[in-house]
């Protein structure tokens, strides 16, 4: 008998997201991370227009938009001197609801999730790493160890790996890691040829 319909593993941005989502969903989950606690560097900074639409849904959106501010424009700076301002005007204007760039900090981003998922009754499970799973009988076996060295065995319907960039999920269901984070642009000179995708 499965404990839980869906073991998530790894509270970061993306396993936050799907617990909110699939407990909206009326289906039970649990959700576990190695790290002692939530990011406090706030690595992304921005929140794109696609994930405004989606917390729209979740009913996320108010606070996001309120805790964060849009950006207006770039200035750019180069050994002390002003060298130039770029208008960021309304990007995606009549696309989306959220035609502007959103500013608000990874760390504070996942606080706020982590919050939002406890109102709901769900606790991180903290310390909780995965160690590997097997699938038997139509579901699957995780083996999770804690902080203390103690090891259990969770069983559950799905599994869903949301262990970042050195996923111990993918490696062990060797699906690999294809794409990049950078693209070449073919115009600009090689110097300056990184851009964000
Ligand atoms: C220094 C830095 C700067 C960045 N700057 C930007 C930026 O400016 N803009 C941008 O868009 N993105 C940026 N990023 C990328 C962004 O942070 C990631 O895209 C985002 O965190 C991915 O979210 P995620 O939930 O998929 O994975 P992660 O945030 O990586 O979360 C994965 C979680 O899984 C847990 N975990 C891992 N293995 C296990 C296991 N075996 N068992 C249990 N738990 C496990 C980890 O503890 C972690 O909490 C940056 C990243 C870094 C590191």
Redesign the pocket.
């Known amino acids: 008998m499965a404990q839980t319909e869906v073991l998530i593993?790894?509270?970061?941005?993306?396993?936050l997201v799907l617990a909110l989502c699939l407990h909206r969903l009326g289906v039970a989950v649990r959700i576990?991370?190695?790290?002692s606690g939530p990011?406090t560097?706030s690595?992304?900074?921005?929140v794109q227009a696609r994930t405004l639409e989606l917390y729209r849904t979740l009913g996320l959106d108010r606070q996001v938009l309120d805790a964060g501010h849009p950006i207006l424009a770039l200035n750019l700076w180069a050994e002390g001197e002003h060298r130039a301002r770029v208008e960021l005007g309304a990007l995606g204007g009549g696309l989306t609801p959220h035609p502007f760039v959103h500013v608000y900090p990874?760390d504070r981003h996942e606080a706020m999730l982590v919050e939002r998922l406890r109102e709901a009754g769900i606790e991180v499970e903290r310390n909780?790493?995965?160690l590997g799973f097997e699938e038997h009988g139509g579901e699957v076996l995780a083996r999770l160890r804690r902080a203390s060295g103690e090891t259990e065995t969770c069983g559950a319907l799905w599994l869903v790996g949301?262990?970042?960039?050195?996923?111990?999920v993918r490696h062990l269901i060797d699906a690999g890691f294809p794409g990049g984070t950078y693209r070449r642009c073919s115009t600009w000179p090689t110097s300056r040829a990184t851009a964000r995708p």
């Open positions: 593993v790894g509270a970061g941005p993306s396993g576990v991370d190695a790290a990011g560097t690595r992304a900074l921005v990874q909780c790493t995965l949301c262990d970042g960039a050195r996923s111990v």
